[in-house]
């Protein structure tokens, strides 16, 4: 009896202990980097394939930017809003909904409006 308790008690402890880590996607673990001195508001907006506003649900989720000169990776602090330094980024997403996904885009970010919209191309099936 004893002993299968133990059993019991040792494989819930392993799997609450793992559970968080079981998806290959950066999750809340995961941090943008600290940025120090100015920073520029980017909100994301989706068009379709022909550059119109998309219409419905757009499954979307994990949006990142990549600086290109520095590689370093900026997540969205909300649903589609960044705060980042002035340089040139590559944006994209890392989970879609099924048969549908988001054309990454390169834009260069510089100061001067309140903030700096960016349109990534949704496309879906």
């Known amino acids: 009896m004893k002993k299968h308790a133990f059993y019991g008690i040792f494989f819930l402890a392993l799997f609450f202990s793992h559970a968080g880590f079981s998806s290959g996607f950066p999750s809340?673990?995961?941090?943008?980097?600290?940025?120090?001195?100015?920073?520029?508001?980017?909100?994301?907006?989706?068009?379709?394939?022909?550059?119109?506003?998309?219409?419905?649900?757009?499954?979307?989720?994990?949006?990142?930017?990549?600086?290109?000169?520095?590689?370093?990776?900026?997540?969205?602090?909300?649903?589609?809003i960044f705060q980042i330094p002035e340089g040139t980024y590559r944006f994209d997403a890392e989970r879609t909904g099924p048969w549908e996904g988001i054309v990454p885009k390169v834009e260069t970010i510089v100061a001067g409006e309140p903030y700096v919209v960016v349109e990534l191309t949704h496309w879906y099936e």
């Open 28 to 80: 809340a673990y995961v941090f943008s980097p600290v940025v120090t001195g100015n920073t520029i508001e980017v909100r994301i907006t989706y068009v379709d394939i022909h550059g119109n506003p998309a219409q419905g649900n757009v499954m979307v989720s994990g949006l990142y930017a990549v600086d290109q000169d520095s590689g370093e990776t900026y997540y969205a602090d909300r649903e589609g």
